[in-house]
């Protein structure tokens, strides 16, 4: 099976501008979480979809937002960029519900704000 | 809420030395604990987890953690190390209740010295 992949892997980007990334699962997989890494924060959740809905929200501003579609890929948007949202945007994906299920992350999109 | 403690951001040790990468959790319901590793320019990967059952966990590349219900940790450990372990660990916990949302460590830079 084919790993979970992300794209763009790279993205350069100015302040204001808006930005959408992608993540296709494993296939069979209908749960995507996507989480930020950054140096000085670490790895913190964003949200994740399942079946093509939102089931869980971290606490970032509504600048953030996702959605998932009905083949379970899923696309992340940040809207009016800001310096600090320069990290490393990881896509992880799941066969379904439970917090046991060990998540499959993808290569991540490595975004940076001018 | 819960919380993960790393308490070291970097171990650096020997070539076929022996490891331990400390975690430490604080959750008042019951959780689910995970190791990831993340190898330079790659996304995350399951090397361990606990659920039930052992304490002693052996997960893949021939690590193993302990879960220590009071003391509240789960300490990841190998043998000896190679070269290729040289990577980033990340400790995470999930509510058993929950859908996916980790909550993960700061990370421990394991870095090997020939």
């Known amino acids: 099976k084919a790993g979970v992949t992300q794209t763009p892997r790279y993205l350069i980007k100015t302040r204001g501008q808006q930005v959408t990334l992608s993540c296709s699962p494993i296939?069979?997989?209908?749960?995507v979480s996507w989480y930020q890494q950054t140096p000085g924060q670490g790895l913190q959740f964003l949200f994740e979809y399942f079946s093509e809905t939102q089931r869980n929200k971290g606490n970032f501003p509504g600048r953030f937002s996702g959605r998932q579609f009905s083949n379970s890929r899923s696309e992340m948007n940040v809207s009016t960029l800001e310096l600090g949202d320069s990290a490393l945007y990881l896509c992880?994906?799941?066969?379904?519900?439970?917090?046991?299920?060990?998540?499959?992350f993808g290569p991540g999109t490595r975004l940076t704000v001018l | 809420a819960q919380s993960v403690t790393q308490l070291d951001s970097q171990v650096p040790v020997f070539e076929e030395a022996p490891v331990e990468l400390r975690c430490n959790y604080s959750s008042s319901v019951s959780v689910y604990l995970f190791w990831y590793v993340q190898y330079p320019n790659q996304g995350l990967q399951l090397l361990l987890k606990y659920l039930s059952g052992s304490t002693l966990v052996k997960g893949i590349n021939g690590f193993e953690a302990e879960f220590n219900k009071s003391q509240t940790s789960f300490h990841l450990r190998k043998p000896s190390v190679h070269i290729s372990d040289t990577a980033e660990y990340f400790c995470?916990?999930?509510?058993?209740?929950?859908?996916?949302?980790?909550?993960w460590g700061a990370g421990t830079k394991l870095i090997i010295k020939p």
């Open positions: 992880a994906s799941s066969p379904g519900g439970g917090a046991r299920n060990e998540q499959f």
């Open positions: 995470a916990v999930v509510r058993v209740d929950s859908n996916y949302q980790l909550i």
């Open positions: 296939s069979g997989h209908r749960s």
